[in-house]
């Protein structure tokens, strides 16, 4: 259930009854200002247009900074350009990055690391122009970070799956693995010596993992890799 603030002033007891719902995020990462329960999409686009550019998305109310790393951006970066490669040589469609906005069903704006966007989903083959996509990826790909919990990222592929996602990979370069969703719920779990397979929603691409892990490390490094 969604918290919502209602009081004209509200309590810490309101305001932690919408942090217990964000599954575990960890303090550093929610904003205060707007206070939790209060945020809009306006605040997100203010922010993420800001000078520093923050990359925060809208959770109920409140605006949770995306986790951040090196790693992750590194296999975030390689993977995207696949996909940028991929979608030019095939008239595929696009990908784009974490402040690629989406609007979700229930009104909470998310930025996954990766979207891909068939043309085929519109049907002049261009996406409206919004600040804030008003549909979601079919494909979505979220990269680890440290301070990502599981339940995080639960709630994400829920909202994500009910707004019209059909696939999503969720990378985890900690444990050299990666799940393969093709529901909120229904995954297969790939090890370091998988690949990462478009199916029917992205046909004819692959990525095997070994590569992305690769990513940063001496050519001698990579040799070692399963």
């Not at 964000?22 to 303090?27: D, E, K, Q, R, T």
């Not at 409140?62 to 940028?84: C, H, N, P, W, Y």
Request: net charge negative.
């Amino acid at each position: 259930m969604t918290a919502t603030i209602v009081n004209p002033v509200p309590t810490m007891a309101d305001v932690a009854a919408i942090l217990a719902g964000l599954g575990g995020v960890p303090p550093e990462r929610i904003w205060m200002t707007p206070t939790p329960g209060t945020a809009t999409e306006a605040d997100v686009i203010r922010i993420v247009e800001s000078a520093d550019k923050r990359l925060v998305e809208l959770v109920d109310g409140t605006l949770v900074e995306k986790a951040v790393g090196q790693e992750e951006s590194r296999i975030t970066i390689r993977l995207g350009g696949k996909f940028d490669v991929y979608c030019e040589d095939n008239d595929f469609g696009w990908v784009s990055g974490p402040d690629g906005m989406t609007r979700m069903k229930g009104g909470n704006v998310r930025g996954p690391d990766l979207s891909v966007f068939p043309f085929s989903m519109f049907p002049d083959g261009e996406m409206p122009d919004e600040l804030v996509a008003s549909v979601a990826p079919m494909l979505a790909i979220e990269v680890l970070s440290k301070s990502n919990t599981v339940a995080e990222i639960a709630k994400k592929l829920v909202e994500l799956f009910a707004s019209g996602t059909t696939l999503a990979w969720v990378i985890d370069p900690k444990k050299r693995s990666a799940k393969v969703y093709t529901a909120a719920t229904k995954f297969t779990t790939l090890d370091a010596t998988g690949v990462l397979d478009g199916g029917e929603v992205v046909p004819g691409f692959r990525c095997p993992l070994a590569d992305l892990f690769a990513v940063g490390k001496h050519r001698s490094a990579r040799k070692k890799a399963p």
